[in-house]
């Protein structure tokens, strides 16, 4: 299967002070998809600009015509599943049917307790995780939806006229654990990862690629378990976790070579960051768009 490449841009730029840029700019070099993160605030950017995601990809639709866009990822941090779907289903809208939803379980970062609430334990967002993401399906497929579960309901809530696209946008579901994978196997058309946080500091490329091997085979029995029978399930790599995350920018010819063994694990889609400066994602523009517009070529050769 081919290999396609996508880009990050995290929502940091005023739409009018180079926001708007990215996104066009995005497109001209060809990428496949151009994502966002879906938090309210992130890491080290918390004390600086930080722009809402779903607002940000309904402006990105309006000035781009081709490359799709997404999450990378949203979680039930702040998110409730009968409100997404009514976003979502007007973004797909706007967009002309050109939106992929990342979603992932979430964790314990700003978003967690941004609404006042105790940061949930790593199983309680399992659980929301596990009715959240069944009944964003239903939401987005069927034209009346109730629901009284655990810890989401919804009374006959309507998103007429639906998706765009058919049956809904696709879901790529961010997972690593048993429960998450099986979610991803039943609900998800792609399946996402960062690779293994334990190796972030201290691991080795080679440990990294039998990490994600591992993380793959996981994916592949759960597709097995849930007896699913249709398309494959999408395997994408969101870089810039991994032990080479220093260098996969800094060539064409380091990318051509992360990408090459990627591609051989089984990964159908890559996703790089857009560059920010001063910053974990600093990069030299320049090599950023040799790779947006030369790496897939020279990985092809």
């Not at 998809?33 to 309210?40: E, S």
């Not at 009514?86 to 992932?104: A, F, M, N, P």
């Not at 809530?157 to 696209?165: K, T």
Request: hydrophobic share 40%.
């Amino acid at each position: 299967m081919s290999l396609r490449l996508s880009t990050v841009i995290l929502p940091v730029r005023r739409w009018h002070e180079g926001g708007r840029d990215q996104w066009s700019r995005a497109e001209r070099l060809g990428f496949h998809t151009a994502y966002t993160y879906d938090h309210l605030s992130w890491r080290t950017f918390r004390d600086g600009p930080w722009f809402g995601a779903v607002p940000t990809l309904t402006a990105a639709a309006a000035a781009t015509e081709r490359v799709r866009l997404g999450t990378l990822v949203t979680s039930p941090n702040f998110r409730h599943p009968v409100t997404l779907a009514k976003e979502l289903v007007t973004l797909d809208d706007v967009s002309g049917g050109r939106v992929t939803l990342g979603i992932g379980a979430g964790g314990n970062g700003f978003d967690a307790t941004v609404l006042g609430q105790e940061s949930w334990t790593p199983r309680e967002r399992a659980d929301r995780f596990g009715e959240f993401v069944p009944l964003l399906d239903r939401l987005l497929t069927e034209g009346a939806v109730s629901h009284s579960g655990t810890f989401y309901s919804a009374e006959e809530a309507r998103n007429l006229p639906g998706c765009v696209q058919r049956p809904r946008l696709p879901f790529a579901i961010a997972a690593t654990g048993p429960r998450g994978m099986r979610l991803a196997a039943r609900h998800g058309q792609a399946w996402v990862t960062t690779g293994d946080p334990k190796l972030f500091e201290n691991g080795t490329p080679a440990q990294s690629l039998e990490a994600l091997r591992g993380q793959i085979d996981r994916l592949e029995k759960a597709v097995v378990e849930v007896g699913r029978d249709s398309e494959p399930v999408e395997k994408i790599l969101l870089t810039g976790f991994t032990p080479e995350r220093s260098t996969l920018l800094e060539s064409v010819d380091a990318f051509v070579d992360f990408a090459g063994r990627h591609q051989a694990l089984g990964f159908t889609e890559l996703v790089i960051h857009a560059p920010i400066p001063d910053s974990d994602f600093a990069a030299d523009e320049a090599v950023f768009e040799r790779i947006a517009t030369e790496a897939l070529a020279q990985l092809d050769a």
